[in-house]
């Protein structure tokens, strides 16, 4: 498989690339530094995976991922970063990457995570599992008894919740929703990324959440039931 290397810290990319080429049936085809050049030598390498780090400069690894794959769909794109926070898991997923993985991952299940997201599958490690498996398990403790009861009251409770949100947080909350990035969400709503980032901690404390994951799957489940009790 032809793979190529998106990271911008040059040993990195580097020793990957040694690492990748050392396998048989795995030949890199290109690094690049940042995620506009990631567009570009997709674009032209046509790869058939990438490995994609996350802050970079000039476009960041959720915004190249988004690209590449709208150029490009069945270009498999893997996380491989440092930052394990709901944020970058959910921008990431939502734009199309089949896998997430930390960098402190064994080579040898880096080279398998190329191979199984190739053979069609989607792959996260142990830990951001965990962390995703946590969130649907226990979306949100709404401190309400009657939150457990009959749908249609359980939806009430939510929009009641909702009522409590300024317009600005809401509008902040129906974005994390769409998995959009405190940096995406700071554009769209012309804000600085430091207002995104208070009004995103009033949010999560306002409905309960613990985490943004916790928070996007809430108005995930919200869409669902308007689209049923409305």
């Not at 080429?21 to 032209?44: P, T």
């Not at 009959?150 to 902040?172: C, G, Y």
């Amino acid at each position: 498989m032809k793979v190529l290397i998106v990271d911008d810290q040059s040993l990195v990319r580097q020793g990957l690339s040694i690492l990748l080429n050392s396998e048989a049936d795995i030949e890199v085809v290109g690094e690049a530094a940042n995620g506009s050049q990631a567009c570009d030598m997709a674009a032209e390498l046509r790869p058939d995976a990438v490995l994609m780090d996350l802050r970079m400069p000039l476009m960041d690894g959720v915004q190249a991922t988004a690209k590449i794959l709208q150029a490009n769909p069945t270009i498999k794109i893997i996380v491989l970063t440092t930052f394990d926070d709901d944020e970058y898991l959910i921008g990431s997923l939502r734009a199309g990457a089949k896998g997430y993985l930390l960098k402190d991952t064994p080579f040898a299940e880096v080279a398998e995570a190329l191979r199984v997201v190739l053979s069609g599958k989607s792959l996260l490690s142990g830990e951001m599992m965990a962390k995703l498996l946590n969130t649907v398990h226990h979306p949100l403790n709404l401190q309400e008894p009657a939150a457990k009861s009959h749908s249609a009251t359980a939806a009430k409770i939510s929009k009641a919740v909702l009522s409590k949100l300024s317009e600005r947080e809401h509008e902040v909350l129906t974005l994390i929703g769409k998995g959009k990035t405190n940096a995406e969400i700071a554009v769209t709503l012309c804000l600085s990324e430091g207002t995104v980032k208070n009004h995103v901690t009033k949010i999560l404390a306002t409905i309960g959440a613990k985490s943004r994951l916790q928070a996007a799957l809430f108005m995930q489940e919200q869409s669902q039931s308007y689209l049923h009790h409305d």
